[in-house]
């Protein structure tokens, strides 16, 4: 390989942001110092926000999302910085259990032996005298497989998002009949405004993490009435969340789960960055943090041929199965098995929590704009392929995403060593 080749692969890498399997398009340019209309090949991004599939794509998905709670937390990107003397809640909501499963426990045991629950009714032990490591493969697998419940698992994770949504709908009612108002009225003068995002729990239920923003009529933009209070919002969601249910399509009564937790967010705090970092770190992982869920199947022995283990191929396959009910159709359960049900979106808000990634990405598109020597031609682009030309290209793209990622963690690391020698 000479030199002008190793140019030419630096470039093609370059272009398409370190993507590891870019799209390939060809359209036309425009060179804008001579006006000249010529045919292009370009690589550009995949964008996919799957780390398993893309880090570098899914690095800057990551960015993009913390910068979106971030903004919800202390303003910025278009986003009234009154934003961060609002009250506002971490709210953590888990699923109900469908059959014991492997865990750890804080002091390291899984499920100790218990004389009245020996067996369950197949005869197998409900206890484990084990104590798990943290990447151990049974942590998440039932005890019995055949005790848990896979149909109203899968189901449950089908209407998370409805219960999620039902939450907030009764919460604005409560909190505005405790002033005495309806929720009319309520909307007039302030907003409970929120940011969630859905994390699959090993088991293979969905459990959301919330940040509930109590704002006034104007959003970020005007606080709150001075009656309400994250102290308030917080005594009514405690209250609620063991009672609040959604009726599914199959008539069935669904609730949260026991594990509870909600926590006063103080607008004082100087770390609220690491609010914002733990949200956006699940924005980019897949059902199960492999590839075996990271794309929708298309047939049902790809499930079965998959390396998972046996509990989230039946959630799966349970998903996939279920997609035969006439009842459920709604829920196009097949397009979701690699999801175990799940058909919500991983990063949801309410419209004035903050700005959108949509916002995000023109914005960095027009600066980007200022550097470019072409632009392409509205309408003339059409796709040709996944992948770069030269083998070594995907092996590069990996390299230096890997480069960029260190001086980042580097930068990252002086800064707050900057911040911890002024602090002192």
């Given at each position: ?151 109203g698992a899968v189901l449950w994770n089908a209407h998370a ?264």
């Amino acid at each position: 390989m000479d030199a002008l080749e190793r140019l030419q692969i630096v470039d093609e890498v370059r272009l398409a942001g370190n993507c590891a399997h870019p799209i390939r398009l060809r359209g036309e340019m425009v060179e804008l110092n001579t006006g000249e209309v010529n045919y292009r090949d370009l690589r550009v991004a995949c964008r996919d926000r799957r780390e398993v599939v893309c880090p570098s794509c899914s690095s800057l998905y990551q960015a993009d999302a913390w910068i979106l709670v971030s903004a919800g937390l202390t303003g910025g990107k278009g986003i009234s910085v009154e934003a961060a003397t609002h009250p506002k809640l971490f709210v953590t909501l888990t699923a109900p259990s469908f059959g014991a499963v492997h865990t750890r426990r804080s002091n390291g045991t899984c499920h100790p032996l218990r004389a009245e629950t020996a067996t369950c009714a197949h005869g197998r032990p409900l206890w484990c005298d084990h104590r798990h490591e943290v990447d151990d493969e049974l942590l998440g697998t039932p005890t019995c497989a055949a005790c848990f419940n896979y149909r109203g698992a899968v189901l449950w994770n089908a209407h998370a998002s409805r219960l999620f949504a039902e939450t907030m709908r009764q919460l604005t009612r409560r909190v505005a009949s405790s002033r005495g108002i309806s929720r009319d009225i309520f909307a007039e003068e302030a907003r409970i405004n929120y940011l969630k995002v859905a994390e699959v729990q090993r088991r293979g239920l969905i459990h959301f993490h919330g940040i509930l923003r109590l704002d006034g009529h104007g959003h970020a933009e005007t606080p709150p009435p001075s009656w309400l209070t994250a102290a308030l919002v917080e005594e009514h969601l405690r209250a609620l969340v063991p009672t609040v249910r959604v009726r599914g399509l199959d008539d069935e009564s669904r609730g949260w789960g026991a594990q509870f937790d909600t926590m006063v967010i103080d607008p004082a705090d100087p770390d609220l960055a690491r609010v914002a970092s733990y949200l956006a770190k699940y924005s980019v992982k897949t059902t199960d943090a492999s590839l075996d869920f990271a794309y929708r199947f298309k047939t049902r022995s790809e499930i079965v041929n998959s390396s998972a283990d046996r509990h989230r191929q039946q959630l799966a396959l349970t998903a996939w199965d279920l997609a035969r009910e006439r009842d459920l159709c709604p829920l196009n359960l097949r397009l979701h098995a690699h999801a175990f049900g799940f058909t919500g979106q991983l990063i949801t808000k309410s419209r004035g929590f903050t700005t959108s990634f949509t916002a995000l990405r023109g914005a960095r598109a027009f600066y980007m704009s200022g550097s470019n020597t072409h632009i392409a031609l509205p309408g003339t682009f059409h796709y040709t392929g996944r992948g770069y030309d030269h083998p070594k290209a995907a092996q590069l793209a990996g390299v230096f995403y890997e480069m960029q990622r260190e001086l980042r963690q580097e930068r990252a690391r002086a800064k707050k060593e900057a911040l911890r020698d002024a602090r002192a």
